[in-house]
């Protein structure tokens, strides 16, 4: 079929496993702290650490991952992250103390910041320039896919078995994914010479921090991340507040999320190649605070509605659009040491929680206006224009 040639081969392999690799992990991640509390009895601050180790230390790390995939090559690291990945989830499955949980969570923030650089900058590897809003737009979806479909089979799998099987499946599952990538990345980056560096880590990191083009992309892209994490932590409260069962019209609001991603990933992003990554991520940013004022303002299901699907536009615009833009920023032998930078951005997941909770207890009413205004903010560091690889 002609839409399979759009893409090298090794490009709709990597694209499936994403969809393989995150319906399984979306079998059990999302349920680890309901897992931690009914199973191990955790305590709820046990339980905070256990689950905010995995981001912070994925944050921390991604430099390192995208240097290492630069330095050693995509194969190696894809393979060897992938395999001690599923050994984490093995490890979910059977340990007993609040601190292994700690220990092995820490693990998956690691995987994660290893394997994300190094497929994405595989991918960019076997895609021409010209084709890789499409590419990010495509991954994006995957993602959403998985999002959708996994934790439905995980809450069937955990039902139907004892609640640790879906931690033991995904980890086969991750099994199964490192044997048939060997054989494919055997076969398909023999055919090409992927570009590697040869600074030593010291000297990339140097280079990042005098490389005011991807300090502006990292401070913009935390300042939208501060709102993207309200619809996580402080909108379903703010909801509660507001509105009776709160609970329902929230699930209603996850749905409504993922189905307007769906639907409206592939045509956004075929629109938005006709535009510079800049203009792109400047219309996600106006989505994202024109959601946000409206959530502040809403009183019914309709008006929440429509915030939703104003927001999720905002981030279909806004997400694959920054993986573009760092992939412009990047020169060709450091792909995979600039997206692992790029993972510095998650720094706003971790503030945007805390700075919404502050904002949910003091200014309730005006909460989302002042984190709308944070984020119209980003749009004065995207004023310089990346430089092309």
């Given at each position: 079929?002609a839409?399979?040639?759009?893409?090298?081969?090794?490009?709709?392999?990597?694209?499936?496993?994403?969809?393989?690799?995150?319906?399984?992990?979306?079998?059990?991640?999302?349920f680890?702290a309901?897992?931690?509390?009914?199973e191990?009895?955790?305590?709820?601050?046990?339980?905070?650490?256990?689950i905010?180790?995995?981001?912070?230390?994925?944050?921390?790390?991604?430099?390192?991952?995208?240097?290492?995939?630069?330095?050693?090559?995509?194969?190696?690291?894809?393979l060897?992250?992938?395999?001690?990945?599923?050994?984490?989830?093995?490890?979910?499955?059977?340990?007993?103390?609040?601190?292994?949980?700690?220990?092995?969570?820490?693990?998956?923030g690691?995987?994660?910041?290893?394997?994300?650089p190094?497929?994405?900058?595989?991918?960019?590897?076997?895609?021409?320039?010209?084709?890789?809003?499409?590419?990010?737009?495509?991954?994006?979806?995957?993602?959403?896919?998985?999002?959708?479909?996994?934790?439905?089979?995980?809450?069937?799998?955990?039902?139907?078995?004892?609640?640790?099987?879906?931690?033991i499946?995904?980890?086969?599952m991750?099994?199964?994914?490192?044997?048939?990538?060997?054989?494919?990345?055997?076969?398909?980056?023999?055919?090409?010479?992927?570009?590697s560096?040869?600074?030593?880590?010291?000297?990339?990191?140097?280079?990042?921090?005098?490389?005011?083009?991807?300090?502006s992309?990292?401070?913009?892209?935390i300042?939208?991340?501060?709102?993207?994490?309200?619809?996580?932590?402080?909108?379903?409260?703010?909801?509660?507040?507001?509105i009776?069962?709160?609970?329902?019209?929230?699930?209603?609001?996850?749905?409504?999320?993922?189905g307007?991603?769906?639907?409206?990933?592939?045509?956004?992003?075929?629109?938005?190649?006709?535009?510079?990554?800049?203009?792109?991520?400047?219309?996600g940013?106006?989505?994202?605070?024109?959601?946000?004022?409206?959530?502040?303002?809403?009183?019914?299901?309709?008006?929440?509605?429509?915030?939703?699907?104003?927001f999720?536009?905002?981030?279909?615009?806004?997400?694959?659009?920054?993986?573009?833009?760092?992939?412009?920023?990047?020169?060709?032998?450091?792909?995979?040491?600039?997206?692992?930078?790029?993972?510095?951005?998650n720094?706003?997941?971790?503030?945007?929680?805390?700075?919404?909770?502050?904002?949910?207890t003091?200014?309730?009413d005006?909460?989302?206006?002042?984190?709308?205004?944070l984020?119209?903010?980003?749009?004065?560091?995207?004023?310089?224009?990346?430089?092309?690889?």
């Amino acid at each position: 079929m002609a839409v399979f040639k759009f893409f090298h081969p090794l490009v709709w392999i990597i694209l499936g496993g994403t969809i393989f690799t995150r319906i399984a992990s979306f079998m059990a991640m999302p349920f680890l702290a309901i897992y931690l509390h009914n199973e191990i009895g955790a305590s709820p601050l046990e339980i905070g650490i256990t689950i905010g180790i995995a981001p912070l230390l994925s944050t921390v790390s991604g430099f390192f991952g995208g240097y290492f995939t630069d330095r050693f090559g995509r194969k190696i690291v894809i393979l060897s992250t992938i395999l001690v990945w599923s050994i984490v989830f093995f490890g979910f499955a059977t340990a007993q103390s609040i601190w292994l949980f700690v220990l092995f969570n820490a693990l998956n923030g690691l995987c994660r910041s290893f394997f994300e650089p190094s497929t994405q900058a595989l991918m960019i590897d076997f895609t021409p320039a010209d084709k890789r809003k499409r590419l990010f737009s495509l991954r994006y979806t995957a993602i959403n896919i998985a999002a959708v479909i996994g934790p439905i089979i995980g809450v069937y799998i955990a039902k139907l078995a004892n609640p640790s099987m879906p931690f033991i499946l995904t980890g086969i599952m991750y099994i199964i994914y490192t044997i048939f990538l060997f054989f494919v990345l055997n076969h398909y980056t023999a055919q090409a010479s992927q570009p590697s560096t040869k600074t030593s880590i010291r000297q990339t990191f140097t280079i990042l921090l005098t490389n005011r083009v991807l300090l502006s992309f990292i401070l913009g892209a935390i300042l939208i991340n501060i709102g993207y994490s309200q619809f996580d932590s402080t909108l379903p409260q703010f909801i509660e507040l507001k509105i009776e069962d709160g609970v329902a019209l929230y699930s209603l609001l996850i749905s409504l999320n993922a189905g307007v991603v769906l639907l409206l990933q592939l045509p956004i992003s075929i629109v938005t190649e006709r535009f510079s990554t800049t203009t792109t991520l400047l219309v996600g940013v106006l989505f994202f605070a024109l959601g946000l004022l409206l959530f502040g303002f809403s009183t019914n299901y309709p008006l929440y509605i429509t915030a939703m699907v104003i927001f999720t536009i905002g981030e279909i615009f806004a997400f694959p659009t920054m993986n573009v833009m760092i992939d412009e920023i990047a020169p060709d032998t450091q792909k995979g040491t600039y997206l692992g930078a790029a993972q510095f951005r998650n720094l706003g997941g971790f503030i945007g929680p805390i700075i919404g909770g502050w904002l949910l207890t003091h200014y309730l009413d005006g909460m989302f206006i002042i984190i709308a205004i944070l984020v119209l903010c980003s749009a004065l560091f995207y004023r310089m224009k990346p430089q092309q690889s």
